[in-house]
């Protein structure tokens, strides 16, 4: 499987980190699965995609069954707290994540992440023109670059004429979030928000999708597994990954702490996640490559 990741211009960074392109190699239903491997299921191709606060998925020439939702093309994710497996039913398997920061979804494209939170939408059934339409776009063009550049081009006409000012402080809130690796009340987010306790809770759940005590978790469970990835690829594989410095270091107590959080998030152990060797994008999907 073929896994490609592609920027967005420049005035889109604030926004979109980045795009993940993902195009398998053969029919998933031609596929023989080794014995034991988590990433099929009855010879279907799964992708689990972990906790996220949001994705767009594009995909073409293929039908998946994602989190209990039959899907095929553009398909809207709401900010979910555990693991969904994107399991492949049919045809050649080609998609485009978009990887949008925090909140950047709401500031982009207007969607009420609080009320997606949670839920698996296609296009069609989330009613958006602009929407079908680029997802027509995407199935139609056969490059990841040339698709990239039409989303480009599709996001640019959503820019917000006037400075997002909820988004700007989302940011910063974010960024004070990551400072105190997860030791942060939602009383001091609403302080370095500049908004009051009730204010900043409306506005939080409706441009991130989670309150946020479970923001604060997410954000230290991806961190800690954007630290393993790192780790990985710097490290021996004869010395190993320090899980307990890993934890330590991103605001858990101990390692049976951040153990229980993957469990529960994950559904897998950190050594387990660590030796399935997954490359992560930045909003936490997994793609098998």
């Not at 009320?115 to 069609?124: C, E, F, M, Y």
């Amino acid at each position: 499987m073929q896994h490609r990741i592609i920027h967005p211009t420049q005035a889109l960074q604030p926004y979109i980190y980045r795009y993940v392109f993902v195009r398998a190699d053969g029919s998933t239903d031609t596929m023989t699965p080794p014995a034991g491997d988590p990433r099929f299921v009855n010879g279907k191709h799964v992708q689990p995609l972990l906790p996220n606060y949001g994705s767009l998925i594009f995909m073409r020439n293929v039908v998946v069954d994602l989190g209990g939702t039959r899907c095929e093309g553009l398909t809207l994710l709401g900010a979910n707290q555990r693991m969904i497996g994107l399991t492949t039913l049919g045809g050649w398997f080609e998609g485009m994540l978009l990887d949008f920061e925090p909140g950047g979804m709401h500031a982009l494209l207007g969607i009420d992440l609080q009320q997606l939170a949670g839920r698996v939408l296609t296009a069609v059934a989330y009613g958006d023109a602009g929407l079908q339409e680029l997802d027509r776009l995407f199935k139609s063009t056969p490059e990841p670059e040339q698709i990239a550049r039409l989303i480009d081009a599709f996001l640019l006409g959503h820019l917000p004429h006037n400075e997002d000012y909820n988004y700007q402080r989302l940011r910063k809130v974010v960024s004070a979030c990551d400072a105190a690796h997860g030791n942060i009340s939602a009383a001091q987010m609403a302080a370095v928000a500049c908004l009051s306790e009730r204010q900043f809770l409306r506005v939080f759940r409706q441009y991130v999708g989670v309150p946020p005590k479970q923001f604060v978790r997410l954000r230290r469970f991806h961190r800690a597994l954007q630290a393993m990835q790192q780790a990985a690829h710097s490290t021996h594989p004869a010395a190993g990954i320090d899980l307990l410095g890993i934890a330590l270091a991103h605001g858990y107590y101990d390692l049976s702490h951040m153990a229980a959080e993957f469990q529960q998030m994950g559904c897998v152990s950190p050594s387990h996640f660590r030796m399935l060797g997954i490359p992560l994008t930045s909003d936490f999907s997994v793609f098998f490559a």
